[in-house]
């Protein structure tokens, strides 16, 4: 079965620094890969995704992700992070026939100082 | 872009009470849709998948009798919360898979507390 852990809760970032959240995922052959971000009380909105090629991809508002097969991760980066940043964050893996059957992590929720 | 719209974005009821939920893709047909379920400060967990024209695929451990869902055309996918109670209060989201992309774009969500 697949699964995804985000191993960090909760992240406190100074507006302007850079940033790293952490995602490993489990699962028996190439998956797809996202990274989605939700506001409060809002649906989540899609970073990036990533399905074969370069390993490194750049989505939305400035971030990224890369893929590391020996590390079983897709960690999410951002150069300087602004303060709109705030929100929840969700890492997902989804089977390469079947992508739109999704299992999430459990979420890094940011916090942005300013 | 693909849109997904959820209504209502929130409804409080009563305990007994049914609520039903509609998902629609605004600009595409969605031949299959994705019900979620997020309990605060949690994950989205996968409740079912809707499918035009046929029944509903449930994941294991959602009640069937409990969470009705119909997808009656290519735009709408609607989830019916039968005799709610407390513990049904939840973020329940629904998505839909891009035709001829391998994305999942989501509804914004609707809360739903039951007293």
């Known amino acids: 079965a697949q699964s995804v852990t985000q191993p960090d809760i909760h992240i406190t970032v100074s507006e302007g620094a850079s940033l790293e959240l952490r995602c490993n995922y489990s699962?028996?052959?190439?998956?797809?890969l996202f990274w989605y971000v939700q506001s409060p009380g809002q649906g989540l909105q899609l970073l990036l995704k990533?399905?074969?090629?370069?390993?490194l991809v750049q989505g939305i508002k400035g971030f990224e992700a890369e893929f590391k097969r020996s590390q079983s991760s897709f960690n999410l980066r951002k150069p300087s992070v602004h303060w709109s940043d705030a929100a929840e964050y969700f890492c997902?893996?989804?089977?390469?026939?079947?992508?739109?059957?999704?299992?999430f992590g459990t979420g890094t929720r940011l916090q942005v100082t300013l | 872009g693909a849109v997904v719209s959820q209504h209502p974005s929130w409804v409080i009821c009563k305990s007994g009470t049914s609520v039903k939920i509609e998902c629609r893709s605004l600009?595409?047909?969605?031949?299959?849709m994705f019900w979620y379920r997020q309990f605060p400060k949690q994950s989205l967990m996968l409740m079912a998948t809707?499918?035009?024209?046929?029944?509903?695929?449930?994941e294991q451990g959602v009640e069937k009798d409990k969470f009705l869902i119909n997808h009656a055309s290519l735009t709408l996918s609607t989830l019916t919360v039968t005799s709610a109670h407390p513990e049904d209060s939840s973020f329940y989201i629904c998505?839909?898979?891009?035709?001829?992309?391998?994305?999942?774009?989501f509804g914004a969500g609707s809360r739903l507390t039951v007293l």
């Open positions: 998505s839909a898979r891009v035709p001829g992309a391998n994305v999942l774009t």
């Open positions: 699962y028996g052959a190439t998956p797809y």
């Open positions: 990533y399905f074969s090629g370069d390993t």
């Open positions: 997902a893996v989804g089977a390469r026939l079947s992508s739109s059957k999704l299992t």
């Open positions: 600009d595409f047909q969605a031949t299959t």
């Open positions: 809707s499918n035009e024209g046929s029944k509903a695929t449930y």
